[in-house]
């Protein structure tokens, strides 16, 4: 046996040392990954979806009129149960439950999620100057124990009867106070992170307080924000319905579910189904934007991803 065929040269490959033998990891397709590994969220997202779309087209479609009462000299189309004519009845004017609801719950979302969003970006912005400036933090953190002291709903009944029932006043009432609510929040999980070894290089580098805020401390406060803006919006779905309900909601003028709750609860007995279905839509809504928030708030935890 010759000594060439026992051995083999290989030639010598330099980028063969910087290979990386583990799998390449994606963040956002592995929060995705998370995500629809859930059945009971991927089924909530279903759900969320039909009703929102229900809520943009059907309206469209039907053409419903809150002040529309066309129908309110006619006896005979009034109180009728549900049926394949109407779907979830008719109220004490005659005018059909199921166009109301939808028209309703276009309303409500759309107060809610304005609200969340409001109370969101300002509460996120103030919140992570909060958490990592030290000086405003003495300043702050006065302004919000006198905030946090002040009952809610009080705050939100004086705003509406100062400023009148409407869309836009409804939601500067309920994003007013609950903004610092959530800028706390932010606040204590910077206060988490900020003296981490990097922070403290940065800083000592010197490199500027927004851009140690946004490239070192935002991307770790995702699931953070996904967390407090599921909690929100269920939050506002409620109030609104609440406010409705005591009176000091968005008026007349406006179909909300709030509003219709209010007008069902006077015929409880009688017809049971006015307030049945408005409760059920608003009740979806919040356990399905809340399932699906948490759930994504989890899967956006880099912590929870596996490779």
């Known amino acids: 046996m010759t000594q060439d065929s026992r051995f083999t040269f290989v030639k010598v490959d330099e980028s063969a040392s910087e290979h990386i033998a583990a799998p390449q990891y994606s963040y956002w397709k592995s929060v995705f990954r998370r995500f629809f590994s859930s059945k009971v969220a991927i089924f909530m997202l279903v759900l969320i979806i039909v009703i929102i779309l229900m809520a943009i087209i059907h309206p469209m479609i039907s053409g419903y009129d809150n002040l529309n009462m066309e129908n309110i000299n006619d006896p005979t189309s009034r109180f009728l149960r549900p049926s394949l004519e109407h779907l979830f009845g008719t109220d004490s004017v005659g005018r059909d439950q199921f ?13 809610s999620f304005a609200a969340t969003a409001v109370t969101t970006i300002i509460g996120v912005i103030v919140g992570m100057f909060w958490g990592f400036s030290k000086r405003l933090d003495v300043i702050m953190i006065e302004i919000y124990n006198v905030i946090a002291n002040i009952p ?27 903004w610092i609510s959530t800028a706390y929040f932010i606040r204590v999980q910077v206060m988490i992170i900020r003296d981490r070894d990097y922070n403290l290089a940065s800083r000592c580098l010197g490199t500027p307080m927004s851009k140690m805020i946004t490239h070192n401390i935002l991307p770790y406060l995702i699931s953070v924000i996904m967390t407090s803006i599921s909690r929100d919006v269920p939050s506002f779905i409620s109030s609104e319905v609440f406010l409705s309900y005591l009176g000091v909601g968005l008026g007349q003028s406006y179909a909300s579910l709030g509003r219709l709750v209010q007008d069902a609860v006077k015929y409880i007995q009688s017809a049971p189904y006015l307030l049945i279905f408005p409760l059920v839509v608003a009740a979806s809504i919040s356990v399905s934007l809340y399932i699906v928030g948490q759930t994504l708030a989890d899967a956006s935890d880099p912590r929870t991803h596996m490779i």
């Open 99 to 111: 166009n109301a609801v939808w028209s309703g719950t276009r309303t409500s979302l759309f107060a």
């Open 152 to 178: 809610y709903t009080l705050v939100c009944m004086l705003i509406m009867y100062t400023f009148g029932a409407g869309l836009v006043q409804l939601i500067f009432a309920m994003s007013c106070t609950t």
